[in-house]
């Protein structure tokens, strides 16, 4: 494993890259050394089960390249990292698609509520010829490259009542993401968003601020949201997307060679991060089960959902991201 925690927060990213860690700059006998940052704390599935995976994989590959891992936001709140990966002060980056969007809004989409069916519909799409316009796209907007892209896991809804269908959702004030898709996902599934930031959330349902949320099962446990929220219903609206992304600076430093083994260690880890990714899932549905902390509502209508949200998409999308959310559904 190749976690980097020699490094302070409080090093900017100019440090580091006059250190030999940031852009590809790491030369000399030891070759060349990537930085890998994401926001992640060292026991989240995208961490041990993917990030430490890319540098063993690469380490082992034995093309005079390395990848120095930084979790925990050590580079720089996630909000801020992706910049400098444009920039080239940092190598590599995981960045949701509702990010990336921020940058190049047609990559968004890939966070619409049911714009995918399953991880497999993701790969399924990702993987075909249908998706190299938005990758050059994006590539040509950005000066990074999008190497993968690996599953983040469903997105559900919590509250103190069950949600089984679009109208459950009538009266309750959701917590979403101040993001544009986030809050096109809001008005696709009939809710009312209401943006609190992340870090605020537990205290804005404990304090009846907000009545309920969203996010995956591994988050909504790791901050202990069920501690606030009776029930989580399992409405599976969004196929969260991690893109893996790749400074154009530091890929054009790259020879052939290195190019190969970077790119294979990342594809080759999806697979695994995704298991990963399930495993956690299922181990604390099994627990909330097992304990009676929290309901779990899994008769939910999602067909009800899903017909409603696509239906809104595609009155509302124009352009390219109309264009990319028609070809997902193409892709099912």
């Not at 590599?92 to 990010?99: E, F, K, Y």
């Not at 991060?273 to 902390?293: G, L």
Request: aromatic share 8%; proline share 3%.
């Amino acid at each position: 494993m190749r976690t980097s925690l020699r490094w302070a927060a409080l090093l900017p990213v100019a440090a580091l890259t006059l250190a030999g860690c940031g852009g590809g700059s790491g030369s000399g006998d030891s070759g060349i050394t990537l930085s890998f940052a994401n926001s992640y704390t060292q026991d989240h599935p995208h961490t041990r089960c993917g990030i430490e995976l890319v540098a063993d994989k690469v380490e082992k590959a034995d093309v005079g390249m390395t990848v120095d891992t930084f979790p925990n936001s050590q580079l720089g709140e996630n909000t801020e990292t992706f910049s400098s990966v444009m920039s080239g002060d940092i190598d590599m980056d995981v960045q949701g698609s509702a990010a990336l969007g921020s940058t190049y809004k047609p990559i968004g989409v890939f966070d619409a509520a049911y714009a995918f069916d399953d991880a497999d519909h993701l790969f399924r799409f990702f993987d075909s010829e249908a998706s190299e316009t938005i990758k050059k796209d994006f590539e040509e907007a950005t000066d990074t490259k999008i190497l993968d892209v690996w599953y983040f896991g469903d997105r559900h809804f919590t509250a103190n009542k069950p949600i089984r269908k679009p109208a459950d959702l009538k009266g309750l004030r959701m917590r979403f993401p101040d993001s544009p898709i986030y809050l096109q996902n809001a008005k696709a599934l009939g809710a009312d968003a209401t943006t609190v930031a992340f870090e605020e959330v537990y205290l804005a349902l404990q304090q009846g601020t907000v009545d309920g949320q969203e996010n995956p099962i591994p988050t909504i446990d790791s901050k202990n949201f069920d501690e606030v929220q009776s029930h989580v219903s399992l409405t599976s609206h969004q196929i969260g997307s991690q893109m893996i992304v790749v400074s154009g600076k530091t890929w054009d430093k790259l020879s052939a060679e290195q190019q190969e083994a970077l790119q294979k260690a990342v594809s080759e880890t999806r697979a695994k991060n995704r298991e990963c990714i399930e495993k956690a899932e299922q181990k604390i549905v099994d627990e909330w089960k097992a304990q009676d902390t929290v309901k779990i509502v899994d008769d939910v209508d999602v067909d009800a959902f899903r017909a409603r949200a696509r239906d809104y998409f595609e009155k509302n999308l124009e352009g390219e991201s109309l264009e990319l959310y028609q070809a997902f559904q193409e892709a099912r």
